[in-house]
């Protein structure tokens, strides 16, 4: 009995990692997008409201660079049709902007310590990196693409 228990756990996991993914319509059927743009929301809900407080320096910095990254993301996703590498340069560019948030978050942590939510910092930190793996992936992924294009543009 307890065998047959963790088999069909086992199944159930499985049925759960092998499912199909939705087709990508648009940017906005980007996980990346979707995740970093609701990183985009939290920080200006929860986390700029109490650095408004604190009267924090690089404010607008670490605000733009919340709102860039998803805007990159998008623009990315278009732009690889017409110039590929313009496309990955842009989409590299919303990794960087992953990790500059990371920095303002640490910054931020180390700046005003209990003042803020220590915990919140801490998950956004980890939802950017989260994200900035998946476009990384991404990117490879495009790239991928692009290499079996030209090679079915071979036998045309």
């Not at 809900?45 to 860039?68: F, H, R, W």
Request: aromatic share 10%.
């Amino acid at each position: 009995m307890l065998g047959s228990i963790s088999a069909l756990r086992c199944i159930n996991h499985m049925a759960y990692i092998f499912k199909p993914k939705k087709p990508i319509r648009s940017f906005r059927d980007l996980e990346v997008y979707q995740k970093t743009l609701e990183c985009a929301v939290i920080y200006s809900k929860n986390i700029k409201p109490d650095l408004v407080k604190q009267k924090y320096d690089l404010l607008e910095g670490m605000t733009n660079c919340a709102l860039s990254i998803p805007l990159f993301v998008a623009e990315s996703h278009s732009m690889r049709f017409s110039d590929f590498k313009l496309g990955i340069a842009t989409i590299e560019k919303a990794m960087q902007g992953c990790n500059k948030m990371i920095v303002y978050l640490e910054q931020v942590s180390g700046i005003y310590g209990t003042k803020l939510s220590i915990d919140l910092i801490d998950d956004l930190s980890r939802r950017y990196m989260d994200a900035r793996g998946k476009m990384f992936r991404l990117e490879k992924s495009w790239q991928k693409f692009k290499q079996a294009d030209i090679a079915m543009s071979k036998f045309k």
